[in-house]
């Protein structure tokens, strides 16, 4: 086994970069050599030696026309047998030369050896002088190369990013100080979600380590904060720096087995003599140590481990939960040399004060657009409310910078709430015009009642609810409101649901929950346990709230679905919180939830036996759900909403709309439909029913008129044309005639 020098390594992992942008599946000695191109000393020698220019454009030709693999499938490069052969020989050819390294000569050499290899065709092509020339050229610059070979650690960091001004987490800063100059496990591990600041706040630590300001804030002040308020770096940790491990490039061309573990330990021990460098590693992940297959997969997390163990070196890594639960499942114990700093989520006014003094100018700068503090805080709020499964500030930083584009695409200089609005919409892939406005909540109980006939008290209930909890007294931890609607079949439970997500311009998302009656089928909503079935599909409910948050949730029929939802459904009227299968957090907070009974229907008929009717069906159901449902349950509930049976008065408003909507229906075929008073008393005789409600009605009409009105439009005069309902001994009948 031989080491790589760093040209060569670098002109690999440039071959690799060219493969990936042109998403080949396979990396060639056509690669390779594009790579070397990118070399100066090797171009100085080509250009010295032949032409360097046209044998670029030839390999790129031949490049640009090698398989791609489409960009909705994974890119996995692979190296091809041409690019072990050569390999293979080069590292033979550097043994025969008694080097200790693999040099740029060479891999040069080995090309010069393929059979039916363009790369050796288009090289030879290329040269004005003969191929021993061009080889001794490329020796000229061996000595360099071998002697920069013993420090190339440095090559595999970089300089941290910078933040531009932090603001906030000084404890946590402090805290990280203080692990770090711990003598043994002096390593950090910050723990938060997506877009909480990891890297930002590694950054400022970096930061904060090469600034003479932070190292002697004040003689008798404590070194974790200086009498101004700000972080004081510890005597031990002045004058470090904080360099970034690229774990990609670590890994680029590390194709042998033993490869990566030679870079690694150069790596390591250039960084314990050097004594003055804090690596950071931004995401666990990247990091491997999730994997127990033996094929070789790159693990740094496993050979980095002894060298912490030894404490001559000191590393900050970022991590989610997610990564530290998958690593420790894998490889139990590997964590234990890091101290973990938990990172939580800002809150809306420190999000606020982040924007205001980092991000709101860089913003500025790059739309060329101007963000009043009001928009701020109006993207704080929406993505709050619209953006659950994010992290602040990252998700209103985004919003912020998408209103920003939008902007500028649209030729306007302001960002105010109706860009923010629209920005969210592209965010979020679909129209959030999820905030009735003050004028359509004044008017929701009014246009409620206007569609659904005859349950006004019910109504009444529903949209006080509704309108406490938009006025912001009720708590906000807990979903907009949790009703349970009682009554007979057919008197507009369901439908006062669709109506209600119609005016509050939400999505109606509706569960029969007759197909939830098995105990197993609560893993349907919540998604199955892992190692079953389905575990990486997710749950039908929490899928669905996820993606919608703000929406009515219809339960229909919930007292056939199996008592441990009913346990489920506690966490969510309670907390408006429930989590899934993976563990993520789906919020509840924007949903309006219904639940449907029909639980005691047969024991409505009690609401009519004596000489006078006391209560109606509902009622009477009301008293039954009371003994269906836990006492737990019932005391959750925002409400027990009885509808009212079905009465004649009732039936002739609904009448009156499907009526209505037969008319419109017949409008667009140029027909006119009249029904007679006669007609119109039969149609309400044969549909009014108590027992089954408004859809009697449309069977009625639907079994009666249509049939009727569809053989005069299929057989008769087609369109244009009056038909006026007649009633029969046996049924009804029409009478047409044409259009006047």
Same mark, same amino acid.
């Given at each position: ?9 670098? /002109? ?6 060219i493969a ?6 396979f ?13 100066s000393d ?14 670029e ?8 026309g ?16 041409q ?40 090289l ?23 002697a920069?070979a ?7 960091f ?13 404890? @946590? ?10 003598h043994r496990? /002096? ?23 090469t ?49 990566l573990e ?9 960084? /314990? ?54 690593v ?9 040399l ?40 109006f ?16 998700k209103?930083?985004?919003l912020?910078?998408?209103?920003g584009?939008?902007?500028?695409a ?9 860009i ?14 999820t ?12 246009n ?13 209930k ?18 907009i ?12 439970k ?15 998302h ?15 909503l919540?998604?199955?346990p892992?190692?079953?079935v ?5 749950g ?27 346990n ?7 907390y ?13 907070r ?16 009690k609401a009519?036996?004596?000489? @006078?009717r ?7 159901? /009301? ?6 449902f ?10 027990v ?7 004649e ?14 008319e ?8 006119k ?7 119109y008393?039969?149609?309400?005789? @044969?549909?009014?029913s ?13 079994a ?13 005069r ?23």
């Open positions: 086994m031989i080491n790589q020098t760093a040209n060569v390594t670098t /002109a690999l992992v440039e071959a690799y970069g990936t942008e042109k998403r080949n599946d990396l060639t000695p056509e690669h390779l050599l594009a790579g070397f191109l990118k070399d090797f171009w100085e020698a080509l250009s010295g030696c032949g032409r360097a220019e046209e044998l454009e030839k390999l790129y030709g031949y490049i640009n090698l398989d791609t693999v489409p960009e909705d499938q994974e890119l996995a490069i692979e190296f091809s047998s690019l072990h052969e050569l390999f293979e020989r080069a590292a033979q050819t550097a043994v025969s030369a008694a080097s200790q390294t693999m040099q740029t000569h060479h891999v040069i050499y080995s090309i010069f050896h393929l059979e039916e290899s363009y790369a050796r065709f288009y030879e092509s290329c040269l004005t002088c003969t191929i021993p020339d061009f080889l001794n050229s490329l020796l000229a610059f061996a000595e360099n190369e071998e920069g013993p420090q190339s650690w440095g090559r595999y970089r300089e941290m990013d910078d933040m531009g001004t932090f603001v906030g987490k000084k404890e @946590e800063i402090s805290q990280m100080y203080r692990i770090l100059c711990r496990k /002096a390593n950090v591990l910050i723990v938060g979600s997506h877009g909480v600041g990891k890297t930002a706040i590694a950054s400022e630590m970096a930061r904060l380590l600034d003479e300001r932070a190292w002697d804030r004040h003689d008798e002040a404590s070194w974790e904060e200086g009498l101004d308020g700000e972080v004081e770096v510890p005597k031990k940790l002045q004058g470090m720096r904080m360099l970034q491990l690229d774990t990609s490039l670590l890994l680029g061309g590390a194709q042998y087995r033993g490869d030679m870079r690694m330990k150069d790596i390591l021990e250039g960084i /314990a003599a050097d004594g003055n460098v804090i690596i950071y590693i931004d995401e666990l992940r990247s990091l491997g140590g999730n994997s127990r297959n033996d094929d070789g997969s790159k693990d740094i997390l496993s050979l980095l481990i002894p060298y912490l163990k030894s404490g001559k070196i000191r590393c900050v890594v970022s991590a989610t939960h997610e990564d530290i639960k998958k420790e499942n894998f490889s139990p114990g590997a964590l234990g890091f101290f973990r700093v938990e990172l939580n989520e800002p809150d809306a006014e420190e999000t606020l004060e982040i924007i205001k003094n980092n991000t709101l100018r860089q913003l500025r700068e790059s739309h060329g657009v101007k963000y009043s503090i009001e928009a701020c805080r993207a704080i709020e929406k993505s709050m409310r619209h953006m659950p499964d994010r992290c602040l500030p990252e209103a930083i985004d912020l910078d998408q209103a584009a939008y902007c500028a649209g030729r306007c200089t302001d960002v105010d709430n109706t923010v609005m629209l920005a969210l919409k592209d965010i979020c892939k679909e129209d959030i015009s905030s009735a406005s003050n004028n359509e909540l004044f008017t929701l109980e009014k409620l009642k206007e569609r659904i006939y005859g349950q006004d008290q019910a109504i009444s529903i949209t006080e609810a509704i309108l406490m909890s938009k006025a912001g007294l009720l708590d906000s931890d807990k979903t409101g949790n009703f349970l609607f009682v009554g007979p079949t057919g008197v507009g369901t439908e006062l649901s669709k109506v209600l997500a119609q005016q509050m311009h939400v999505p109606l509706r569960f029969d929950m007759s197909e939830y009656s098995e105990k197993h089928s609560v893993a349907k919540i998604g199955s892992a190692g079953y389905g575990y990486d599909d997710g039908i409910l929490t899928d669905t709230v996820r993606k919608n948050p703000y929406c009515v949730l219809l339960l229909d029929e919930i007292e056939k679905a199996h008592e441990d939802i009913y489920l459904l506690l966490q969510v009227m309670d408006a919180v429930i989590s899934d299968n993976k563990g993520r957090k789906v919020d509840f924007n949903v309006i939830l219904i639940m449907t009974s029909n639980a005691g229907a047969r024991y409505a008929h009519s036996v004596g000489f @006078e006391k209560i109606n069906a509902g009622e009477a159901m /009301a008293k039954e759900v009371k003994k269906v836990a006492p737990e349950f019932i005391n959750r509930l925002s409400s909403v009885v509808f009212n049976d079905m009465d008065k009732m039936a002739s408003l609904i009448l009156d709309d499907k009526i209505k909507k037969l419109g229906r017949l409008g667009s075929r140029n027909v439909l009249e029904i007679t008073p006669e007609a008393q039969k149609l309400l005789k @044969e549909g009014f108590p027992e089954y409600g408004a859809r009697e009605i449309e069977r009625v009409l639907n009666r008129l249509t049939p009727l009105l569809m053989k005069e439009l299929l057989f008769g087609k369109a244009g044309f009056t038909a006026t309902v007649i009633p029969t001994e046996d049924g009804f009948k029409l009478q047409c005639h044409p259009e006047q």
